[in-house]
């Protein structure tokens, strides 16, 4: 009778336990590990964490777990993880990055379908040899900020998307300005940043005048491009903008930088829509967000922002990419947009946002991002030629020869092409 | 009036004060910039910076930036694992160290030279050389834990304690001082029966108290700041240090006020830490008298 009992009580426990077992393997969902390098941002984190909570919620396959990097830590602890395989399944890239990490064989290309990334601003979307490995929730946008006030006062031309300034109406607002003694500067072009501050927002004026970072019809060489006579023009030009007083140099207090616009010091200043919202605070209807002078081949701005990709370590890459395709969702992307000030890659998202409908305060982002956008060289190379180019500007900035200046960053992006034997698979 | 002559000690004493005041001034000045700047909103700091206003706590004053700093990033957290990193590495950094050196000096034993050279070569190499091979190395290391069997250390804090236990900077310093002390005060202990052991921790330790404090201040500041080696091993928030975590305040539009008080923060505990065993070190040369 007790070995009944025993027996019944050990099959009832046993049921118990397989229950409990089909019942955990039933629910049980797989890790993703997300790495973002928003830590620290509340705003952002905000909408992330919603992002990942409403993907684990909406499907039984997949548990994304977030883990939020300092930014400006980000890509030394990716790099380390790469050298460590210790990659995530998803990891954010700042665009222009893109390729080099798809080129060392941190990312895979991803598995999402592409019509629904066909009305996506170009410079979100991060193709590299043909394929796509990458694609951003927003993309940014540098304009000529200044006041409506100002140029009227010197009698300038407010120029549009349809007619730019020309470089020599551009040059010519600048001497006006200072004319008129009323300003440190006339202009300021943000020279206390530093790192990609220079090719994202300098870049676009060598390739308005005709040069660029490199020959993206090879991505062999810089040779002509950098230091061809366009460049040169560009050169010379940038010098001028220090030789003449126009623009605060390298050693710009960072201070004035950031206030020295709203607080009279400068008349113009070349930024991006992220700090477009205190300037509209300031200078209500006054504030003017104009694009970029025309150099003689197009007015230009840079583009493409950070994007989420799949790392090629992740066992789950089908999951990674419907995490990635789950994000795309309009609201999604107008959330970025309303918490961040960033501009919406589509316009369906921009209709849902405050500032970027059709009317709204920073709409003008949207329209510049659409119509003067220029990824920077999509190449591998790039991060090299990122900061070669970054020294040159600054040697420049401070009186170096510039036919020399530019003919050295082109044979030192040269030769680290060579060295990584033209960044070839 | 006073005689501009070498003789006169007023005059002397005046221009040894006026020299020391500047001096600490220099020294005293960012940081005061630092603490008056974490009280101030960002417009008025930026506007600050470049008057007298910048030292003097005037203006909208508060703790606001305090505040928005402890709701930005878990301060708590980083200083917790600062402070567990660095004290677990300076405490057994001290007495490993201190036990090399003392082997170097006191005990023979072959390729002694050797070793104590290649040690010293270690000086010159730069962390960041190395930091890739020793990255590749502790990704790949065994470890035995409570949770039982495991490979790779990233993500712990072992692998921000273990790897600089040890320096060839601590161990020279030891060995220098050491080579310094009386050999007849070894010589007498090791006839009265010591052993090894015994000299080392009951005769030559208590008698290297200034030594211990200058290579725990130096050990404590090389690992509390800390930065290159926890963003390579630290992917999860739970163990990154200070240093990490100043990164959390550097966004698209830098709220400096809040970057100044997290500074002002993580600033305290090496102060206290300088100042505890500044006393300790004043107060172990009077007591021995050795190095006199």
Not at chain 1, 150 to 165: C, F, H, K, Q
Not at chain 1, 320 to 332: G, M, N, R, T, V
Request: aromatic share 12%; net charge negative.
């Amino acid at each position: 009778m007790k070995i009944t009992k025993n027996l019944a009580l050990t099959l009832l426990s046993a049921g118990a336990l397989g229950s409990a077992f089909v019942s955990t393997c039933a629910f049980a969902k797989t890790d993703l590990s997300l790495w973002y390098h928003g830590a620290g941002n509340k705003v952002e984190a905000k909408v992330i964490n919603q992002i990942v909570n409403d993907f684990n919620r909406s499907q039984s396959d997949w548990n994304v777990v977030l883990e939020s990097f300092p930014q400006g830590s980000y890509n030394d602890s990716v790099v380390a993880a790469a050298l460590a395989n210790n990659l995530p399944d998803i990891l954010d890239v700042d665009g222009p990055v893109m390729p080099n990490w798809a080129w060392a064989g941190y990312l895979r290309p991803l598995l999402i379908d592409k019509n629904k990334i066909a009305d996506f601003l170009p410079g979100v979307k991060g193709y590299w040899d043909g394929k796509l490995y990458s694609i951003g929730l927003w993309d940014s946008a540098v304009a000529m900020v200044t006041r409506r006030s100002t140029l009227n006062e010197v009698g300038a031309r407010i120029p549009t998307i349809d007619s730019p300034w020309t470089e020599e109406e551009f040059n010519g607002v600048l001497k006006k300005l200072k004319a008129t003694g009323k300003y440190d500067y006339p202009l300021d072009l943000g020279m206390a940043e530093s790192g990609e501050w220079f090719p994202y927002a300098f870049s676009p004026f060598l390739q308005s005048f005709g040069g660029d970072l490199i020959d993206r019809s090879t991505y062999k060489t810089a040779e002509g491009t950098l230091n061809g006579p366009e460049a040169i023009a560009f050169g010379e030009w940038w010098q001028s903008l220090f030789v003449n007083g126009y623009a605060p140099g390298n050693s710009q207090d960072p201070a004035d930088h950031e206030t020295g616009l709203l607080e009279g010091k400068y008349a113009m200043q070349w930024y991006g829509n992220w700090a477009a919202l205190k300037t509209l605070n300031k200078f209500g209807d006054d504030a003017l967000f104009l694009p970029a002078p025309d150099f003689g081949h197009g007015p230009k701005i840079g583009a493409a922002s950070w994007q989420f990709g799949v790392s090629a370590a992740s066992k789950h890459p089908q999951g990674a990419s419907d995490f990635i395709e789950f994000a795309l969702q309009d609201k999604y992307l107008a959330a970025f947009s309303d918490s961040l000030g960033v501009i919406p890659p589509t316009q369906s998202a921009a209709t849902l946002t405050t500032n970027y409908r059709q009317g709204g305060a920073l709409s003008v982002f949207y329209v510049l991002s659409k119509a003067q956008a220029l990824v920077r060289p999509v190449t591998p190379g790039y991060i090299v030629e990122a900061k070669v180019f970054e020294k040159a500007l600054a040697d420049i900035a401070d009186g170096a020869d510039v036919a020399d200046t530019l003919d050295s960053a082109a044979d030192e992006i040269n030769a680290d092409i060579e060295k990584n034997r033209g960044y070839s698979r | 009036m006073f005689r501009l002559d070498k003789d006169n000690p007023t005059l002397r004493l005046i221009v040894r004060y006026m020299v020391l005041t500047l001096i600490a001034l220099i020294f005293v000045t960012p940081i005061l910039f630092m603490m008056m700047s974490s009280l101030k909103p960002d417009q008025q700091l930026l506007a600050d910076t470049s008057s007298i206003r910048a030292f003097l706590p005037i203006g909208d004053i508060s703790f606001d930036n305090y505040k928005a700093a402890f709701e930005r990033a878990p301060i708590g957290m980083f200083m917790l694992n600062s402070l567990l990193v660095t004290g677990v590495t300076v405490v057994l950094g001290l007495l490993v160290c201190s036990m090399a050196g003392f082997s170097f000096v006191f005990l023979n034993w072959r390729g002694k030279s050797i070793a104590f050279s290649i040690i010293l070569a270690t000086l010159i190499v730069p962390f960041e050389t190395i930091a890739i091979p020793m990255l590749l190395m502790v990704s790949k290391l065994p470890w035995l834990g409570l949770d039982g069997f495991s490979w790779g250390w990233l993500n712990s804090y072992r692998v921000q304690i273990i790897p600089f236990i040890a320096d060839g900077l601590t161990i020279f310093l030891f060995a220098q001082y050491f080579k310094d002390l009386p050999k007849e005060l070894i010589e007498a202990s090791r006839i009265e029966g010591c052993s090894w052991w015994q000299v080392y921790w009951r005769v030559v330790m208590p008698l290297s108290g200034p030594i211990i404090a200058t290579a725990a201040i130096l050990k404590f500041l090389a690992m509390y700041n800390q930065y290159l080696w926890p963003i390579m091993v630290t992917q999860q928030e739970q163990y990154r240090p200070v240093l990490v975590g100043l990164q959390y305040f550097f966004q698209l539009n830098t709220a400096w006020g809040e970057v100044m008080a997290y500074l002002t923060i993580i600033t305290v505990p090496v102060l206290a830490f300088y100042l505890a065993l500044q006393r300790a070190f004043i107060a172990s040369i009077a007591s021995t008298g050795v190095k006199g």
